[in-house]
């Protein structure tokens, strides 16, 4: 079983950075930066959850919060990007442990939502995750604002509180 890493942006550093880097690259080719840095173009996570096999990095999440908007109230909500787990390691229950420990770190600061945007959301269903009917306003990677219901979009109960299906004001882009 991979060992799992919680560690921050600026403590990330040498030898795996540069698996970390490498497995974002192949995952995500286009969302990283000229330098082949994926935060330096999606911003710094509050949290990066690494699953590493010996020096083998097969896993990455990251957890971002975010003050969002959703109808007239304001509130604080967790979302999920970079997740990624290399090709040679998946359907082994690694992306559910990630999503567990990020959970569990959203959960320990009291934040009662997770939202992410997926590329295959099934995968995301065994961990709790919904489809999201909410009409939401992101700023977009061409720089402009858009409004529409984004299709694999995500939402997770963190807490006994029912997700809200109001407009979300993402305040920003999505990750």
Known sequence: MPELI???????????????????NEAFPEGCSANGDYYARH?????????????HVVGHLAVYRRQVKMGDEVLEIGMIGAVAVAPDHRRRGHC??????????????????????????????SSGYR????????????GAWKTFVYRGS????????????RML???????
């Open 131 to 142: 489809p999201m009917q909410n009409e939401t306003h992101f700023l977009d990677a061409d």
């Open 6 to 24: 919680e560690i921050s942006r600026d403590a990330l550093g040498g030898d795996l950075e540069t698996r970390v880097q490498a497995l974002l």
């Open 43 to 55: 911003g710094v996570p509050d949290c990066i959850l690494i699953a590493r096999k010996a020096r």
């Open 154 to 165: 995500m939402y997770a109960e963190l807490a006994k509180r029912p997700w809200p299906n």
């Open 169 to 175: 004001e993402l305040a920003g882009g999505v990750v």
């Open 96 to 125: 559910r442990r990630l999503l567990l420990r990020a959970h569990d770190y959203l959960r320990a600061r009291s934040i009662p939502f997770s939202i992410l945007f997926a590329f295959e959301p099934f995968v995301y269903l």
